[in-house]
């Protein structure tokens, strides 16, 4: 394959150890409510959950029966009652409702309210307000701020950031991100140098230094030396694109939650469906996971044969190499075979959604957005998906590519495809739209915001060269806009002079056909090599600046040649596509750095959208 690691890269620290704080803090609360009790655990913490402390070790500390959080009355017979929740007051008040009607039947209970990662001030409000905090109702705080969801990968599991944080002003979470950034400095520290872009990742910065400045200092050898904070909003068009690497299709197609995907009949082959996780102890799935989906059938071709050699191997032996084999490698080969058939058959089911006409023109579409030409030929074929009401969300992220590619649409163009839209879809997407548009994920341009005559002309030939015919260049190229110059700028979509040779990556554009380089990892990229912003204040200024770059307090040299200076964390504020990481990945092997990517929530462009439907809760 593509991706052999390179042998200077250095180790990964052992993140392991996160693991294990959150189990023994957690245990730590659950026997500060002694005897048996029920614990009742909101439905987004129940698989995060699972991967800190199986219902075993919940078993051995007293836990009796688990529930769901469900909003209805209790059934529980238990005294003591358990509550693991977000600090959500629509919770809250259930849990008031729960102990307000215990109260009224005469019904002695205690109730322990475990907030994680943290309690806010309005959960507390709404517990004195109705009157139940006090000897029988105590709170706590689980401080479960990072779940390891693989060597490199490290999640806070906030998916509501993206939403709390840039559509609604809600910064609450800003102490929380500052505060993982926080144990992974006192675990891992020091940091050489940290940088930064956004409005979001300026303020987590900050919320860290204060927590540091709070704590006491102690010396440790650094295990990560540079630290990169990004904002979601800085880059939108990367998670919009369709992902064709392998974890990415997985990812789009059947939901990986927490590192576990569960897949169904169509791929296990039976009348089951299973849960498998996806990290780099599946073997196969480690070789496959960054590569290009073209490659993978190739791949997983080669090793069903090479599996087949290693059966093979057992024709003529004796009985004493029968008796080896079977000791030492069948096991292995049976665990290799099951993931193998398990991987063909999800890249199967994958191939009959993805490989069909459709999608191959949908890839056509988005690569013509991203270069800025034959848009008039985009807007026909995003109009035939909205009107053939082939998905929702597709459509959706279709026309916020088509608007952020432009920088907004003229407003005939926005006028109609919005009349079209709700017209498929339905008028109650209303509130969608403002909720786009509030992003600048979806806008219409303002008067005054076209083309310059000059620019009007270049456009048009542009586009006669490229298209083979005459096309209105008022609609192809409304003006220049952020992404444009900015793709400019960094080389963001590469010459298309010769072909890409998927097999042979030559840079980052792989992840999308190479037909774009994501600019998140762009920005990592050009910061890494100018050890700073210097240079770039140009595209900073289109990026509405926030940039920082800071060196760290320990008296670390930064240019020392440690394996700690090329250890990278790259933490995404407000979400991570499995593509970026697949192109950090790439960027890694490619420069001996090896990078820790922690996000807020893995993303894509189907959750990011969900969480803008005008029905989001």
């Known amino acids: 394959m593509a991706h052999s690691a390179r042998r200077d890269c250095p180790e990964l620290p052992d993140f392991s150890l996160l693991k294990r704080l959150a189990r023994d803090q957690l245990i730590y609360l659950l026997e500060q409510l002694p005897g048996k009790k029920d614990l009742f655990i909101e439905p987004d913490l129940m698989s995060p959950l699972d991967r800190i402390a199986n219902v075993s070790t919940l078993k051995q500390h007293e ?5 769901k959080v469900e909003y209805k009355p209790v059934i529980s017979t238990s005294d003591q009652l358990c509550f693991l929740i977000r600090p959500r007051i629509q919770t809250v008040k259930w849990i008031c409702d729960v ?3 215990d109260k009224a039947a005469g019904k002695f209970r205690r109730y322990k309210i475990i907030f994680t990662p943290q309690k806010f001030y309005s959960c507390d409000a709404v517990l004195e307000e109705q009157g139940i905090i006090g000897e029988y109702v105590t709170t706590d705080e689980w401080s479960f701020y990072l779940l390891p969801l693989d060597d490199d990968i490290i999640s806070l599991e906030l998916p509501e950031f993206f939403r709390d944080n840039f559509l609604a002003g809600d910064q609450r979470w800003v102490r929380t991100a500052g505060s993982a950034l926080h144990l992974l400095h006192s675990l891992y520290g020091p940091f050489s140098k940290i940088y930064g872009i956004g409005r979001c990742s ?3 910065y900050e919320s860290w230094r204060e927590q540091v400045a709070e704590g006491e200092q102690r010396a440790q050898k650094a295990e990560i030396g540079k630290v990169f904070l990004i904002d979601r909003d800085v880059d939108f068009v990367t998670p919009l694109c369709s992902q064709v690497v392998y974890e990415g299709l997985v990812d789009d197609i059947f939901r990986i939650k927490c590192g576990c995907v569960e897949f169904g009949p169509e791929v296990t082959s039976t009348d089951k469906s299973m849960k498998v996780m996806l990290n780099s102890q599946d073997k196969v799935f480690n070789e496959i996971r960054n590569e290009h989906f073209s490659n993978v059938f190739g791949f997983l071709s080669q ?8 059966y093979d191997k057992r024709r003529g032996m004796d009985i004493k190499q029968m008796k080896t084999f079977v000791s030492d490698e069948l096991k292995g080969l049976k665990q290799e075979h099951r993931l193998l058939s398990l991987h063909i058959g999800a890249s199967e089911s994958i191939m009959k959604k993805k490989t069909k006409q459709d999608f191959q023109e949908l890839l056509k579409t988005e690569h013509s957005l991203l270069e800025g ?14 009107n053939r009401q082939v998905s929702m969300i597709e459509s959706l992220r279709l026309l916020c590519l088509l608007s952020i590619t432009e920088n907004g649409l003229l407003p005939k163009d926005f006028r109609s495809l919005k009349t079209q839209y709700l017209q498929s879809y339905g008028v109650d997407h209303l ?3 403002a909720n786009l548009r509030q992003l600048g994920l979806l806008v219409e341009q303002q008067p005054g915001e076209t083309m310059t005559v000059m620019e009007s002309k270049v456009g048009k030939l542009v586009n006669d060269k490229t298209g083979g015919k005459l096309t209105d260049a008022f609609s192809s190229l409304a003006r220049k806009s952020h992404f444009r110059a900015l793709s400019r700028k960094l080389n963001l979509v590469p010459k298309s002079d010769e072909e890409y040779d998927l097999r042979v ?3 980052m554009a792989y992840i999308f056909s190479g037909a774009y380089v994501p600019l998140s990892c762009k920005l990592v990229e050009q910061v890494l090599d100018r050890d700073g912003w210097t240079g770039l204040e140009e595209v900073t200024k289109l990026l509405n600046g926030h940039e920082f770059a800071v060196t760290g307090n320990n008296g670390a040299d930064s240019k020392a040649k440690s394996d700690a200076q090329r250890i990278v964390l790259v933490m995404f504020l407000g979400g991570c596509t499995f593509s970026e990481i697949s192109a950090l990945r790439f960027l890694g092997r490619e420069r ?4 820790i990517v922690v996000t807020t929530a893995i993303t894509n462009s189907s959750r990011i959208l969900e969480s803008l439907l005008d029905n989001h809760v």
């Open 303 to 310: 090793k069903a044969r090479n599996l087949q050699t290693a």
């Open 505 to 507: 990556p030559r840079d």
């Open 202 to 204: 300026k303020m987590a």
């Open 592 to 595: 001996g750095f090896r990078f």
């Open 373 to 386: 030409f034959e848009i008039r030929e985009s807007i026909s074929f995003i109009e035939e998906h909205i």
């Open 431 to 433: 509130l969608t739209f």
């Open 63 to 67: 836990v009796d029966k688990l529930y």
């Open 99 to 101: 102990a307000n009607a």
